[in-house]
């Protein structure tokens, strides 16, 4: 097996909610900009084991998401060693094939790729993402007439493909990274969470 990996997700965006770009409608302005991040809590690439670090990608989509040429900025967990580096990588950028392959085809330009130290917390629903000093956001679900948090399934595009994603609101959204055009400061936006179990 290439991989096996299960996690969270904390996704942020510049469009309002719930963001249009999950049903295949063009983005909020045209444009979309987002940060997705992937918290493997228990997973190994090849036989490299991967639990405990973080994965993100600050994106600027330019039209409709299905179309792609997404340019992208990708963070690695600072805590990666060179070998758990290298195998998130691989897994993420598609190298791998399986439903990550899928999304990264959808990646036109790879503007850049760091290390830096990744906060990711979920607690009690809330979300919390810090990427360096580059990226903020703090993520809260929406609740349905029960209670239970309100859920989107079988979207027709989705980043965490065979899951459920949890509609939610970002109270705030920072992101500062010049080779992506971002400079957003944002309240109210849209924000989505979720788990995900990606093999292949």
């Known amino acids: 097996m290439a991989y096996d990996l299960e996690g969270r997700l904390?996704?942020?965006?510049t469009c309002k909610v719930l963001c249009p770009c999950w049903i295949g409608e063009d983005a909020d302005g045209g444009t979309c900009d987002a940060v997705v991040s992937y918290r493997v809590d228990k997973g190994k690439v090849r036989d490299v084991d991967v639990s405990g670090l973080t994965l993100a990608s600050a994106v600027h989509i330019?039209?409709?998401?299905?179309?792609?040429?997404?340019?992208?900025?990708v963070f690695v967990d600072e805590?990666?060693?060179?070998?758990?580096?290298?195998?998130l990588i691989d897994a993420f950028s598609g190298k791998?094939?399986?439903?990550?392959?899928?999304?990264?085809?959808?990646?036109?330009?790879?503007?850049?790729?760091?290390r830096a130290p990744i906060s990711f917390e979920v607690s009690e629903g809330k979300g919390n993402l810090r990427i360096g000093s580059v990226i903020e956001a703090d993520l809260n679900p929406y609740h349905g007439?029960?209670?239970?948090?309100?859920?989107?399934?079988d979207s027709v595009f989705s980043t965490i493909p065979g899951s459920p994603a949890y509609i939610s609101?970002?109270?705030?959204y920072k992101?500062?990274?010049?080779?992506?055009?971002?400079n957003i400061d944002l309240k109210g936006h849209n924000a989505v969470q979720g788990h995900f179990h990606f093999q292949a």
Do not use: M
């Open 10 to 13: 904390l996704e942020v965006c």
């Open 62 to 73: 330019p039209g409709n998401i299905l179309q792609g040429n997404w340019k992208v900025a």
């Open 79 to 87: 805590k990666a060693s060179s070998a758990q580096y290298d195998a």
């Open 96 to 114: 791998l094939g399986g439903p990550l392959a899928e999304l990264a085809k959808l990646f036109g330009e790879i503007v850049g790729v760091h």
């Open 145 to 153: 007439a029960t209670g239970q948090v309100t859920r989107l399934v």
């Open 169 to 172: 609101k970002a109270s705030k």
């Open 175 to 182: 992101a500062n990274i010049p080779s992506l055009g971002h």
